[in-house]
């Protein structure tokens, strides 16, 4: 929502003077000053609504005043010179009186709730001072509902703070979560039974501030959360960067969190990046190094890996392939230790290739690439070939908010405060601003666009590039489009005169002349208003972080003509990235193949030495994210013996061989270090967050709150006397709940507790916009626009149309389902749709198809069964197929393909 600037005003509270933000509710101005007041319906992200009744406090004329009125905290605006008080007798009865009421029918199950100990209506209730029961008749009870594989529900906890439909309807955009019935009868949930739609669903666990939505995956393996140990990382499932907590017990990854940074994720991820966890303590896990002999593997010790792969180095010429999911020191480890030339990114050559078009436009071009923060700002978007929802899942919450930038400017002439999201959303009803959606396929943001085009990739870069023609006329457009002159002008006008337009766009339908047409477009609008932004989607966590340590790709790797004999692999499964009988001809022509991950896959399997790598969970290093924000993860729980970082076993391996490039390099500080010394690009990255030598008060900051229990009981199977807990020289962070107990910088925070605050929101007294503190934490920005001039306008090569009979791929992804990890998450696989092919409906027809049918593609030598998906949107020639699913994994995307329809398919 629109800021009317940072105005200080100077208030009253209980005869103490404070200076506090003008343009704030009392309720938050009083909360940002490290005081207590109990709440329940206002959430910093959803603004005040007033529903709950609890933050009453008093108000009076001005100092002589005696009397003063009640009123609701978060929605009486900051005023100067304003006297309140939070602690008057008549005030503080008030509150707890409400809260009485509010637990009349609430159940006498907190030593069984799942929310127990991390409950904010137990904080609550004791901030407020209610103790005793007096209600002692029989409780309204309510039927709770099956949810799906995320959610857990249980109804009869509601208080009616309507924080869960705000969230979900009003922020998220979702339908399926409503409100039923009324007065003490109200009953938030679905109509039926059946697992919530939105792909955000996940934070209601942490916006209810009751047990009504909990994690049903930590309830699988519950663990009570002050027995939890959590760390700061970020998440693994796609190109944003989002900021988590990880929590484990016991060895094993329990929970997900959001961890606050204003820049990038604010309060909220998504349920991929929540729920897509489990992977970490998969059955597939790689859990010791082993080697191949005769077909069988043999294990190893880790010096005994060591001196294999040491010997292998030694006697072959090596080629190593990184990963974009792999961390920027496990990359580099391995191009230091196979040299420059023979390092290879590990991304496909066509998904390079517009991986380096963009990187290359945010270094040089004359506009920068905005932060989830600064999207949500942005008062008008034209999305280009990207499903956000499913490819970038909070650029999608984002763009929800940002369709109510322009009409929320009208609240300032008619004095209504941004953060009074009542009276806001009755005054802009369903009015939103613009948003063109241009995509192949239908999308869940077509709800709230303005306009969707539906086109093929080819078909909309052409469009884009008449789109550009209204803004410039030298602009060249290989041919005329189908639509009206008038809807391209309404675009160009509706950029034009936005304060902050902004293009979105990316790498998911492989398209060159999408993603030039896009650079070509905010181009041209820079021309014109000089405040245009683009945001680029890519595919994985760590893409941007490796496309800029390294431009040659797997197909440069596959076309090389040296003569290798090893092959190193980090943290990539290469038959993702090529069809099998490309990647199975490519592996062998090597004599020895060394794979360094975390999880079995097909190229696993082909190794012939496997090294046991660490997780997110159990490592630490270095991401960055789309925008070329670098942030570091840390590891939550210590890994198992024969596990290290991939970064690590390279160390180890070049120190046996006294690889100059490695020597000297003791651990993550230094290898950062050198990293920024010897790649300009990277240089900064050592800021991202605080190094192993920091300390506050001479202390570490604890994983693990002061209520940690159980440490001496918990291996007593194994020995009675309490073991040395685990170190840790590679971070600030301590394993136990020994060390600072205060507000540790934000990239370094591992969970958020504070005195009389035991649930997550207590994040009131760690966030920056509350506290005002001005920690460091949100990650260090590499890439800034140097150039202000225009860049030159990029070609747009038409591909060649399907011809009658032919048929046209087109990738689709899922959330559920295209990213590799997370769909070995229970929770996830059972939420995700399966692969499919998507069709025009009259084509369909002509084929007598029908939606849900079983159709076999045939691409070359390959065949496979899909079901049918029809959109009558949907371009002619072309086939939407559903990418990251193994079954779909050998069909080549570029290649000529035709369907069969056949009675019975045996697949």
């Known amino acids: ?100 009421w509010l637990m009349v029918n609430h159940p006498h199950d907190c030593p069984v709730c ?43 906890r509601c208080i009616q703070c309507y924080r869960c439909v705000r969230f979900y309807n009003d922020y998220a955009g979702g339908d399926d979560l409503q409100v039923f019935a009324a007065h003490d009868h109200v009953y938030f949930g679905r109509h039926e039974d059946g697992t919530l739609e939105s792909e955000f669903s996940g934070n209601l666990v942490e916006v209810c501030p009751t047990g009504v939505f909990t994690d049903k995956t930590l309830k699988e393996h519950y663990t009570r959360k002050w027995d939890l140990t959590s760390a700061p990382s970020v998440c693994q499932h796609c190109s944003l960067g989002c900021n988590i907590l990880a929590g484990e017990r016991y060895g094993s990854l329990r929970r997900i969190l959001t961890r606050f940074n204003d820049e990038v994720n604010g309060y909220f991820i998504c349920d991929r990046g929540r729920f897509g966890y489990d992977f970490v303590n998969g059955e597939d896990r790689i859990r010791e190094a082993a080697s191949k002999d005769s077909g069988k593997w043999q294990y190893l010790k880790k010096n005994q890996a060591v001196d294999q792969l040491k010997k292998i180095a030694e006697n072959d010429r090596i080629m190593g ?74 650029i999608d919450l984002a763009l929800k908010q940002s369709v109510l930038v322009q009409p929320l400017e009208k609240l300032e002439k008619i004095g209504i405060p941004p953060w009074n999201d009542s009276a806001a959303r009755e005054y802009i009803q369903d009015e939103k601003g613009p948003l063109y959606m241009l995509t192949p396929q239908e999308t869940k943001l077509d709800q709230i666009a303005t306009k969707c085009i539906r086109d093929s990739p080819e078909e909309l870069a052409n469009i884009v590039m008449a789109i550009c023609r209204q803004l410039d006329a030298g602009v060249a457009v290989e041919s005329e489009t189908k639509l009206e002159p008038g809807i391209l002008q309404e675009i160009a006008n509706a950029l034009v005169h936005a304060k902050r337009p902004l293009v979105v766009t990316g790498t998911s339908l492989g398209s060159t002349a999408i993603l030039n047409s896009a650079i070509n477009l905010v181009n041209a609008l820079h021309q014109r208003n000089g405040k245009s932004c683009i945001s680029f989607v890519f595919s994985e966590c760590n893409s941007v972080g490796v496309g800029m340590m390294e431009k040659k790709d797997l197909e440069d790797a596959i076309k090389s003509e040296n003569q290798y004999e090893a092959l190193v692999v980090v943290e990539n499964d290469l038959f993702r990235r090529q069809t099998q009988v490309n990647i199975n001809n490519f592996l062998d022509r090597f004599k020895n193949i060394v794979v360094l991950d975390h999880t079995q896959s097909p190229t696993t399997s082909r190794a012939d030495l496997l090294l046991a790598a660490g997780t997110f969970a159990e490592a630490d290093g270095t991401l960055v994210n789309n925008e070329g924000r670098a942030q570091r993860f840390f590891q939550v729980q210590a890994a198992d013996e024969e ?23 003791n651990g993550l500080d230094q290898l950062i270090h050198d990293i920024e010394n010897k790649l300009d690009q990277f240089r900064g990255i050592s800021e991202a967050a605080p190094l192993s030598r920091h300390r506050i008060n001479g202390q570490k900051i604890s994983r693990a709150p002061h209520r940690y229990s159980g440490r001496t009981a918990m291996f007593a199977n194994i020995q009675v006397n309490e073991p040395r807990p685990p170190q840790d020289p590679d971070s600030p962070l301590s394993f136990t709940m020994e060390g600072y107990r205060g507000i540790p910088p934000q990239s370094a925070t591992s969970f958020y507790w504070s005195p009389g605050w035991n649930s997550v929101q207590a994040i009131n007294k760690f966030r920056n916009e509350i506290t005002n503190s001005g920690q460091e934490g949100n990650g260090v920005r590499l890439i800034e626009p140097l150039n202000e001039k225009k860049s030159h306008y990029l070609d747009i090569i038409p591909g060649g149309k399907p011809q009658s009979g032919e048929w046209k791929l087109v990738p689709l992804h899922q959330i559920f ?43 070359g030598t390959v065949e496979i069964s899909l079901p049918v998906r029809i959109e009558s949107g949907w371009p002619k020639g072309y086939l939407g197929i559903s990418v990251g699913f193994t079954k779909t994994a050998s069909i080549d995307l570029n290649a000529k393909v035709h369907l069969e329809k056949r009675e019975k398919n045996d697949d």
């Open 1 to 100: 929502m629109p800021l009317w600037g940072k105005l200080m005003s100077q208030i009253w509270v209980d005869g103490k003077a404070f200076k506090v933000e003008k343009n704030k509710n009392l309720l938050e101005a009083i909360l940002s000053l490290g005081l207590d007041l109990p709440y329940f319906c206002w959430h910093p992200a959803l603004g005040s609504v007033g529903s709950c009744r609890q933050c009453a406090i008093r108000v009076y004329q001005n100092k002589e005043d005696q009397q003063g009125k009640i009123v609701m905290a978060c929605l009486e605006p900051v005023a100067d010179d304003l006297h309140i008080s939070i602690a008057e007798k008549e005030v503080s009865d008030f509150r707890k009186n409400v809260i009485e």
């Open 817 to 859: 389902g295209t990213e590799e990890l997370s769909m070995k998450s229970k929770a996830i696989s059972e939420r995700s749709q399966g692969p499919s092919l998507t069709m025009n409906e009259e084509q369909a027809g002509n084929l007598k198809i029908v939606a849900g049918e079983h159709i076999t593609l045939i691409s």
């Open 114 to 156: 799942d929310e127990g100990g991390e409950c904010h209506l137990q904080d609550m209730t004791v901030m407020a001072g209610h103790s005793y029961r007096r209600f002692r008749y029989k409780k309204r009870t309510h039927n709770n509902q099956d949810l799906g594989p995320c959610i857990n529900h249980e109804m009869n």
């Open 643 to 665: 596990v290290q970082e991939s970064w690590r076993w390279l160390l180890q391996a070049g120190k046996l061989l006294g690889t100059q490039k490695l020597e000297g390099i």
């Open 321 to 394: 392939i990184g990963s974009p999911r792999a961390s920027l020191e496990s990359n580099y480890a391995l191009r230091s230790l196979v040299g420059v030339d023979n390092f290879f990114n590990g991304i496909s050559g066509g998904e390079n290739q517009l991986l380096q078009q963009a990187l290359n436009f945010l270094a040089n071009g004359p506009v920068k690439t905005p932060s989830l923060k600064e999207i949500e700002s942005c008062d008008a978007v034209i999305v280009i070939g990207e499903d956000i929802t499913n490819t970038a899942p909070m």
